[in-house]
């Protein structure tokens, strides 16, 4: 998709209009595994015919216990799933499920991010609904009308030890067609950034409440969120001028889906 692209000091806006998105999911991960492992998920078992969904241990025979009345014989659940249709079921490789989705984007691109590490996660976090909380009060829009996204991906230092890094940094416009917000954003990024600081103006809390940045959609990040982790760089993008580039040019694309997930 051909897209915008902005400069605001060091940072740069990429606004792409209806991009596609896919929403991967790879199925139940194993806890016990290390983070950069959990990916590699066995998926989710179906039947590939009429799509019945079987748990793990309903593909194992089960074990006889004259104990138990309810196991009389030591037949699995895909007996009778057999007795109704013809899909063979297995237990590894399954399925992922998603779907697609076309929207307005506008990504966020900090220079040298990644090096940062997790406190560039929690800082990303913060940043996308701190300009939500400001687009909501400048452009008056209701806050469900943009979802938030960090992207990251674990990588090991030198030691051996994990951690997270920022991928990606984007915003999604919700309303079918585009509402035209994003771009209104990105040229106004300033503005918004002011917006997000009065909106911040004499708060207190130690990171984040219900107040400044959370809410019940984003309750799943509450703890990466830290408001005074960005009101520096709010400050400093509130004294740039917001310049336009060439346009962005369309990626061919090598493969269905997407590259990493969220």
Same mark, same amino acid.
């Given at each position: 998709?051909?897209?915008?692209?902005?400069?605001?000091?060091?940072?740069?806006?990429?606004?792409?209009?209806?991009?596609?998105?896919?929403?991967?999911?790879?199925?139940?991960?194993?806890?016990?595994?290390?983070?950069?492992?959990?990916?590699?998920?066995?998926?989710?078992?179906?039947?590939?015919?009429?799509?019945?969904?079987?748990?793990?241990?309903?593909?194992?025979?089960?074990?006889?216990?004259?104990?138990?009345?309810?196991?009389?014989?030591?037949?699995?659940?895909?007996?009778?799933?057999?007795?109704?249709?013809?899909?063979?079921?297995?237990?590894?490789?399954?399925?992922?499920?998603?779907?697609?989705?076309?929207?307005?984007?506008? %990504? =966020?691109? /900090? &220079?040298?991010?990644?090096?940062?590490?997790? $406190?560039? *996660?929690?800082?990303?976090?913060?940043?996308?609904? #701190?300009?939500?909380?400001?687009?909501?009060?400048?452009?008056?829009?209701?806050?469900?009308?943009?979802?938030?996204?960090?992207?990251?991906?674990?990588?090991?230092?030198?030691?051996?030890?994990?951690?997270?890094?920022?991928?990606?940094?984007?915003?999604?416009?919700?309303?079918?067609?585009?509402?035209?917000?994003?771009?209104?954003?990105?040229?106004?990024?300033?503005?918004?950034?002011?917006?997000?600081?009065?909106?911040?103006?004499?708060?207190?809390?130690?990171?984040?409440?219900?107040?400044?940045?959370?809410?019940?959609?984003?309750?799943?990040?509450?703890?990466?969120?830290?408001? %005074? =982790?960005? /009101? &520096?760089?709010?400050?400093?993008?509130?004294? $740039?001028? *917001?310049?336009?580039?060439?346009?962005?040019?369309? #990626?061919?694309?090598?493969?269905?889906?997407?590259?990493?997930?969220?």
């Amino acid at each position: 998709v051909a897209g915008k692209r902005f400069q605001l000091g060091l940072w740069q806006l990429e606004l792409r209009e209806q991009e596609d998105i896919w929403f991967i999911n790879h199925g139940l991960k194993d806890v016990r595994k290390m983070d950069e492992e959990r990916g590699q998920s066995p998926g989710f078992p179906l039947c590939p015919i009429c799509g019945e969904f079987f748990k793990p241990h309903e593909l194992s025979p089960k074990k006889s216990n004259k104990k138990d009345e309810g196991e009389k014989d030591g037949r699995s659940r895909t007996d009778s799933h057999a007795k109704r249709c013809i899909g063979q079921i297995k237990k590894e490789p399954g399925f992922a499920l998603g779907h697609q989705l076309r929207a307005d984007t506008l %990504r =966020l691109v /900090v &220079p040298n991010i990644t090096a940062q590490g997790e $406190e560039a *996660v929690r800082w990303a976090w913060s940043m996308v609904y #701190a300009m939500i909380q400001g687009a909501v009060r400048l452009f008056e829009i209701d806050p469900e009308d943009i979802e938030a996204y960090v992207l990251t991906k674990v990588s090991k230092d030198d030691d051996g030890k994990s951690h997270q890094e920022v991928l990606d940094i984007l915003w999604i416009d919700r309303i079918v067609g585009g509402s035209g917000v994003l771009n209104r954003l990105a040229q106004h990024f300033p503005k918004v950034a002011q917006a997000a600081l009065n909106h911040l103006a004499g708060h207190e809390c130690p990171n984040s409440c219900y107040r400044c940045l959370r809410s019940y959609r984003n309750q799943w990040w509450h703890k990466m969120l830290d408001w %005074r =982790l960005i /009101v &520096p760089h709010l400050n400093g993008a509130t004294g $740039e001028t *917001v310049e336009r580039l060439e346009t962005v040019q369309p #990626a061919a694309a090598a493969v269905e889906g997407p590259e990493w997930e969220e």
